[in-house]
């Protein structure tokens, strides 16, 4: 008894966890608590907000031409 619900409460937490990471659209096994926002992510990626709004303006200007 107590190894089935040992089962069932570890089914539960990685359940879960992975659940969270496919509402969040991340890999499953990546970190849930993560910052899943755009400045979170442009942060993780080692790039700054005000150059990826230059690089855009830019890109944006281009296909206009």
Known sequence: MKK???GVV???VAGLWMGA???KGQDIWDN???DNS???RLE???RNISDALKEGAD???DSVK
């Open 44 to 46: 993780e990626s080692g």
């Open 21 to 23: 990471n496919l509402g």
């Open 4 to 6: 089935l619900l040992l």
């Open 32 to 34: 849930p608590f993560r």
């Open 10 to 12: 570890l089914g539960l």
């Open 59 to 61: 890109a944006l200007k």
């Open 38 to 40: 755009l400045k979170g």
